[in-house]
């Protein structure tokens, strides 16, 4: 048995009844539990309009309604720290699954109701959030060393396929099942998760709670990033300075936040280790993994937005080109988990950082003439960089955090999954909002730089007399010519305007790539971890 570590008063036993006997069953459910907390979230985004029509309710409450999962999992981040210390990270995970799918079995009964139905998002928000950061942990603290690169490629491929997936199966519900599908696919899930916590983690006693474990410093933390996510989430929406709501979340959010910063100072929390957190390799990882959620919008929002813009794509169809990233995931993930086992972590990170930047650059070439199969060699360029670039990036969290010591004390694993999870969600919302505004300002420009005289003078005449000499207009009166052709001319216009601007958004995904490996570049080397030989503590 090791020394007793103490945890403010909280006894801590690591023994080698902590190590998982059934490795597959923990990788399985690491797997299932991205795949829950990524895939709902994501499920839900794509499928707004369609649930809006469904039941009847207005687009301002309907945004709210993925806006409230997200920052339900963003207020839980810091909580699981606290919870995942006190009773365990197999407790929560499975009081949560069963929280989880309840919320989400009762939400289509209330779902014209909208307050009840943002509520119990929000519920079935706080609950999935745990998944992320406790599954993440049991990776570090319960995986037997030889396995833990194939739980690393599993969690990658979890997320990424269930990131791209998402569109193409609530096509499918709409079309053969019904909305109601939207919510209810998490009770397909969840219960194998459960099962897979259930035997894949060991059991451990709830230790006794010290003086000092309280939950006032988390509970700061998890409103301050709360209202900061709002604010973003919602700040293209309802033009950022110019709401009142979103400036009333933002000063409130850094107002929290400078609460938390004075109870930290005037009483650090033991369940908290931000001095491990303060290591050099452990910031730019942070940075690495927001910048990476914002690659993911390459082919989550710019591609989607092009094929529907240029040529009128239905969900169903964009959902096959992303299955071309979904389907190669499965086979790039296991062979850059294997690959893991044989080079530097920084470099598989690097090389998929290389391939997304290249299929970016490549993209960023486009015309009106591409359709979704002109995609496929690039999407599968993607897939790959993607898989690599995740993987490896996980993999040298894992080996910086085991060189600093992670492993000699569970509160600095569950701190490390808490980290990353407040970058991966914030990362995925910075991402957002900046490609958002980043599209708005371009189109702007684009638009001044093409329209010129459209709306009088010769150049005016020049663009529509084409359009009236030729086609279906040719027969029609000149008034009736002229207007028409206009009305075609501005269509043309407005495509162009959004082609150049997803143009220009591809080539921003391609210097964010650069920027990435020069971070990867200052990432100081890390040795492998000791997975051909793991002593087991006796």
Known sequence: MMTPKTLSGIPVKVSSAQITTHPMFAIFGVLLGACVSVFTGRLLTVGLADLQGAIGADSDAMSWLSTSYNAASMFVGPLTVFLGAIWGPRRVLLWASAVFMTSE???PFVAHNIGVLILLQFIAGLAAGTYYPLTLSAIIQ???LKFIYFGVAAYSLDILSSTHIATLLEAWYMSNLS???IFWNALCLTPMLVTCIYFGL???PIPKQGPATNIWGFLYASVAFTFLYCALDQGNRLDWSNSGTIVGLAVSGIIMI????????RRPHPMLNLRFLLSRNLLLLGAVLVCFRFLLLGPTLLLPNFLALLHGYRPDQTGGVLSWISIPVMIAAPIS????????SRLSCAFGFLLIGIASFLNAKLDPGWTGETFIITELINAFGLAFALT???ATILRSAFALGALSNPVNVLSLSCWFQTCRLFGAEIGKALMLQFLRVQGAFHYLVLAGNLDGGWRSEEMIRPIILSGPLAGAGMSQSRELALSEAGETLKRQVGMLSISDGFMLIMWCVIFCLVLIGFITYSAPLPVRSAPQPK
């Open 337 to 344: 988990g294997f690959v893991l086992y044989k080079v530097d």
């Open 202 to 204: 060991p059991s451990k």
């Open 142 to 144: 319960n995986l037997p």
């Open 392 to 394: 490896g990036l996980l």
């Open 105 to 107: 079995f009762i939400c």
């Open 258 to 265: 400078a609460v938390t910063l004075i109870r930290r100072i």
């Open 179 to 181: 909305w109601h599908w």
